[in-house]
């Protein structure tokens, strides 16, 4: 197994992202091996510099990087060999089996889309966002950010990504599904939502329980939450925005600490041919090193696989 990091992304790296590599390196088994996708140079000096065993570790060279604020597709063409082409390259020939990064996620959206490609069937790629329950478990909400504007058919293709991921990656076995709307009673909400409501009642695939409201986020009345990314993006940061003031005022209990997007590390572009993990730009090591475990129970899962084969 092949994990690949973009050892340039992010807005501590490379030491952020290479401390990580480190903390995950302890918690893979031999034949787990992590990949450094960036300045081998740096990245060898800093490790040295930590004591660490170069040989956990394999290399691949990228002189460039993609800056945070950097529009996307014109750094992409401007910088061929940056660390997140380079990463994409080495997933598409097979010579990693994930690649994650916390770096430009607009970049990283354009390789899932462009270089790896989307899979035959699905509409729309997205990413999820954890959802931390009252009785312990997690849930997911998804899209959160990439799709702003969607169709019907789109949050339904979401409902059918988001139970795969919830199945096969966390263990929710056959997941409810809900969909994130202003009302519980069928007819509620706006357009989108009710030709959606009618997509999701009608397919016996999915385990659909509904329309959820915001209320019920965080307990335990559906496992999958669906919404567009516009709705979804708000939700995520607000989540965030409690996080924080709690933290500020040292009121976190056990229950809220599980908001503290560390302990997930990234999110997988669900919908693409392949393994692709996006962390949040200001990721620290325990942030990364979560990413990169992630991204191993992601290849142990074959989600990829799974998808391909429930869109055929």
Do not use: W
């Given at each position: 197994m092949k994990i690949g990091l973009d050892i340039m992304g992010g807005d501590y790296a490379p030491h952020s992202t290479l401390h990580g590599a480190l903390l995950a390196s302890k918690?893979?088994?031999?034949?787990?091996?992590?990949v450094l996708i960036g300045d081998s140079n740096v990245a060898k000096e800093i490790l040295q510099q930590?004591?660490?065993?170069?040989?956990?570790?394999?290399?691949?060279?990228?002189?460039?990087?993609?800056?945070m604020n950097e529009h996307a597709t014109k750094a992409i063409r401007k910088k061929p060999n940056n660390s997140i082409s380079v990463g994409f390259e080495a997933l598409k020939n097979g010579e990693i089996d994930v690649f994650s990064s916390?770096?430009?996620?607009?970049?990283?959206?354009?390789?899932?889309?462009?270089?790896?490609?989307?899979?035959?069937?699905?509409i729309r790629p997205c990413i999820t966002s954890v959802?931390?329950?009252?009785?312990?478990?997690?849930?997911?909400?998804?899209?959160v950010g990439v799709n702003?504007?969607?169709?019907?058919?789109?949050?339904?293709?979401?409902?059918?990504?988001?139970?795969?991921?919830?199945?096969?990656?966390?263990?929710?076995?056959?997941?409810?599904?809900?969909?994130l709307n202003i009302g519980e009673e069928k007819g509620k909400g706006n357009l989108l939502t009710q030709a959606a409501f009618q997509l999701l009642e009608d397919n016996d695939d999915i385990n659909f329980i509904g329309n959820v409201e915001g209320?019920?986020?965080f307990n335990e009345k559906a496992d999958v939450i669906v919404c567009d990314g516009f709705t979804g993006n708000v939700v995520l940061k607000q989540?965030?925005?409690?996080?924080?003031?709690?933290?500020?005022?040292?009121?976190?209990?056990?229950?809220?600490?599980?908001?503290?997007?560390?302990?997930?590390?990234?999110?997988?572009?669900?919908?693409?041919?392949?393994?692709?993990?996006?962390?949040h730009g200001i990721s620290n090591d325990k942030a990364i090193k979560n990413m990169i475990l992630l991204g191993k129970d992601l290849i142990h899962s074959n989600l990829t696989k799974k998808i391909k084969t429930a869109f055929k």
């Open positions: 918690q893979l088994s031999t034949d787990e091996k992590i930590n004591n660490a065993e170069l040989s956990l570790f394999e290399f691949i060279h990228a002189d460039d990087q993609i800056a916390a770096g430009n996620s607009g970049a990283m959206l354009v390789g899932s889309m462009f270089s790896v490609g989307p899979i035959k069937g699905v959802l931390p329950k009252e009785n312990g478990s997690v849930g997911l909400i998804l899209d702003a504007d969607c169709k019907p058919d789109v949050l339904f293709q979401f409902a059918i990504l988001g139970s795969l991921f919830a199945e096969n990656v966390y263990g929710l076995k056959n997941p409810k599904v809900g969909l209320r019920d986020l989540a965030e925005s409690f996080f924080t003031i709690l933290a500020k005022r040292n009121l976190l209990d056990n229950y809220f600490k599980r908001f503290n997007y560390e302990n997930y590390g990234g999110t997988p572009v669900l919908g693409v041919s392949g393994n692709v993990l996006i962390g």
